[in-house]
């Protein structure tokens, strides 16, 4: 989108003009799932004694000391374009401090966000010099979307896991315990993606050049040779499996991924693209953070379901339509029975609720 809309704030970048939001809370454009997986991963016994006892053990210095000792800081000096693009996301975003961005020699396309306390971005010198401008503001933009969501913090501990994890193996609790931790990481962290693209979405405001970006990560050399409408097609194609056991070996294709599949993301993102939501933002209409209330963990949960559910009822894939058959009758029997102990315990269940929510603010 080049032209602004009547009444929004606007940033002059080269050629054109890009909407600002002012105070834009995160879950303006994170996705349920995102916040669903999360919630559900913390609820798993253990997870807040892992965590603690690994970020305790090493602060982010460390991160932060290797990035200085083994990458380029950007700057005005250092890799200028760069180092616009960078203030001009967090701008938009309205995250201050603006995060540092490192540039790491790495033939392979890749960035993430890193940090606890301040978290910083690294890209490597594959995706700088694969992306065009525009597609390179949506991956900036994308990391920004972590930084300003708070995904960096448990991406960081995510490392640090898979890290020690090998080192435990010799300790069967320890170790197992680690690694359901791990999982549970990997699985929100794969939906927080989604989340990032909608920031770097917002950023640009352009989606064809997040899908030029996604085209590119996929597998193109030039942009020119490839026919978005048969790209998006694919993911289309991935989707309408012819069976079951299709539909299981595809689940497979998931372990131990933390980025979703490029071609089934970037269809998701053009989906949100085209949806109410995003023209809504857009227009101003977003959450501020000083007005958005915190969300129980039971919402978190329940939004996840919902989205999970829609996605499902709409899916061609064989699998999901039994999984939403039997998702519906296990809801229906699930709603009766929580009518049932409401009638008799409502006091109660209004108390649970709360220390839900409780339970989320001690851990947040």
Not at 222 to 231: G, K, L, N, P, Y
């Amino acid at each position: 989108m080049s032209d602004s809309e009547p009444g929004n704030e606007v940033l002059a970048v080269e050629g054109r003009s890009l909407i600002r939001f002012p105070e834009i809370s995160p879950r303006a454009y994170e996705h349920p799932a995102d916040r669903g997986a999360l919630a559900t991963a913390r609820a798993l016994p253990g997870f807040d004694q892992v965590l603690k006892a690994i970020s305790g053990a090493v602060g982010e210095r460390s991160e932060r000391l290797l990035a200085l000792a083994s990458s380029v800081r950007v700057s005005e000096r250092q890799y200028p374009k760069l180092d616009r693009l960078r203030r001009e996301c967090a701008e938009i975003l309205d995250l201050d401090p603006v995060p540092d961005v490192f540039v790491q020699r790495d033939p392979r396309p890749n960035a993430y966000t890193v940090g606890m306390d301040q978290p910083f971005v690294v890209l490597t010198t594959g995706l700088v010099e694969l992306l065009d401008d525009e597609a390179l503001r949506f991956a900036v933009g994308h990391e920004m979307g972590h930084a300003l969501s708070g995904h960096a913090l448990y991406y960081t501990l995510l490392r640090r896991l898979v890290q020690m994890v090998t080192g435990l193996s010799w300790m069967p609790v320890g170790y197992w315990g680690m690694r359901a931790v791990i999982a549970a990481l990997t699985d929100w962290y794969r939906r927080a993606e989604l989340s990032a693209d909608r920031a770097g979405l917002l950023c640009v405001q352009d989606p064809g050049a997040a899908l030029r970006a996604h085209v590119l990560l996929s597998g193109a050399s030039h942009v020119d040779e490839i026919d978005t409408a048969a790209f998006l097609q694919q993911a289309a194609e991935y989707d309408a499996v012819e069976s079951v056991w299709d539909s299981v070996l595809k689940l497979g294709h998931l372990d131990g991924l933390v980025h979703p599949l490029p071609v089934v993301r970037a269809a998701d993102l053009q989906r949100w693209a085209a949806g109410e939501q995003y023209r809504a933002i857009l227009a101003g209409d977003y959450p501020r953070r000083g007005e958005d209330p915190t969300a129980t963990w039971t919402q978190d949960v329940k939004d996840a379901a919902r989205s999970y559910k829609d996605a499902l009822a709409t899916s061609a894939d064989p699998l999901a339509k039994v999984l939403n058959e039997v998702g519906e009758t296990l809801s229906d029997a699930a709603s009766k029975v929580w009518q049932r102990f409401n009638g008799r315990n409502g006091e109660n269940g209004g108390q649970r609720d709360g220390e839900d929510a409780g339970r989320r603010d001690s851990k947040e």
